[in-house]
């Protein structure tokens, strides 16, 4: 059932009424896990990997394995487990994961099985609808989530960069020196940035828009946009 069907079904309840039955409903695990696309992805055979394959994979596969694990996320764990993964206290906050092969096997059994309590199911199991490829792009999204507050030493410089970047996109003169300077500040400060899991490398806001960011006008506002996004995101 979705969101919108069930709010039109009870027209008469009011905002606070929806969300509180809507909360009942996820609790109780009563929701379809949506499909995550995952042909991007190089395969992984039938039998389940002990590890996560994508945490030590080519960057370009790794790359894909976070942007395909984002969507995976967003559709399938976030509705209990938090935007950005950031929990909201219904369930554990899993950038906090372990990024290690104990880690990796305690997120592979919840993540097929879920957990049932008393006979109430608080996360409904995924095995049989998604399959480990979808599984471990979400735990490569999940684990390179940046370590709480790991940005906020650059806050500051950031929203400058942020700044000249729009300048930039609207049409003030920046030259390729001025861009690739500024790219790699960005690089150096990504690097700087940890994951709470341990997990080797960082995906944050810094290390994408650095890959974003190129000569072109649209290119510095997608950087910028970045930049914006998640400055607000951490306030
Ligand atoms: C309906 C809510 C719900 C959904 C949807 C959900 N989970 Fe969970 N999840 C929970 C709850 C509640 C727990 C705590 C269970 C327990 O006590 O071990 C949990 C536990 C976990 C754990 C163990 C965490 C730890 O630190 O012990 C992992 C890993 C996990 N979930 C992954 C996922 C992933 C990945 C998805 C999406 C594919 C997902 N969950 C979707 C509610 C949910």
């Not at 049932?116 to 199991?125: D, E, L, S």
Request: glycine share 8%.
């Amino acid at each position: 059932m979705s969101l919108t069907a069930t709010l039109f079904r009870r027209p008469a309840l009011g905002l606070v009424g929806a969300v509180a039955f809507v909360s009942v409903v996820y609790a109780h695990g009563e929701v379809t896990p949506q499909p995550v696309n995952t042909e991007a992805l190089p395969d992984l055979g039938e039998e389940w990997l002990p590890e996560n394959p994508y945490r030590n994979a080519e960057k370009e596969v790794w790359l894909a394995a976070i942007e395909i694990g984002a969507s995976g996320y967003n559709q399938n764990c976030a509705r209990c487990h938090g935007l950005g993964a950031v929990s909201g206290g219904l369930a554990p906050d899993l950038r906090y994961l372990e990024a290690s092969d104990y880690g990796d096997e305690w997120y592979v059994e919840r993540f097929v099985h879920g957990y049932t309590q008393n006979g109430v199911t608080k996360m409904p199991g995924f095995g049989d609808l998604l399959d480990q490829k979808a599984a471990w792009a979400i735990r490569t999204y999940v684990e390179t989530r940046p370590d709480e507050g790991a940005l906020d030493a650059h806050n500051d410089r950031l929203k400058q960069i942020r700044d000249q970047l729009a300048e930039w996109s609207n049409g003030t003169a920046a030259d390729a020196d001025g861009i690739a300077a500024v790219q790699a500040e960005l690089a150096a400060i990504a690097e700087q940035v940890e994951t709470a899991s341990g997990a080797p490398i960082a995906d944050s806001i810094a290390a994408k828009a650095a890959r974003e960011l190129g000569d072109s006008p649209e290119s510095m506002k997608r950087a910028a946009e970045t930049l914006t996004v998640g400055l607000s995101a951490a306030q």
